[in-house]
Nanobody, 126 residues
């Protein structure tokens, strides 16, 4: 049974940092790209970042470049998202995802997700 369990969400102030974690089980973690998506209130879910399973290459949405960092630990089957300089626009439910491909949609990268977590809420107050 595939499971992706996120943790680390919460309420922070603008400018603060937060670290999300995702524990994966039930599939061969080292053979999947991992990533994070987010869904703000009243909006669609959008891609945030992904990390390749082949060479660890990372990909970011323009809105988080330079502020967010994704990392994976294949020994522990975990992926993390370090979020710095948080802004109110970062408020969303953050979803961990696993997939076999990172593709280009227009000029932007996106993880083709096969598995999804239940999400963890991040609220950034101004």
């Amino acid at each position: 049974q595939v499971q992706l369990v996120e943790s680390g969400g919460g309420l922070v102030q603008a400018g603060d940092s937060l670290r999300l974690s995702c524990a994966a089980s039930g599939f061969t973690f080292s053979s999947y790209a991992m990533g994070w998506f987010r869904q703000a209130p009243g909006k669609e879910r959008v891609f945030v970042t992904a990390i390749s399973f082949i060479d660890g290459t990372t990909y970011y949405a323009d809105s988080v470049k330079g502020r967010f960092t994704i990392a994976r630990d294949n020994a522990k089957n975990t992926v993390s998202l370090q979020m710095n300089s948080l802004e109110p626009d970062d408020t969303a439910v953050y979803y961990c995802a696993a997939g076999r491909a990172i593709v280009k949609v227009g000029d932007s990268p996106e993880l083709r997700a096969t598995y999804w977590g239940q999400g963890t809420s991040v609220t950034v107050s101004s």
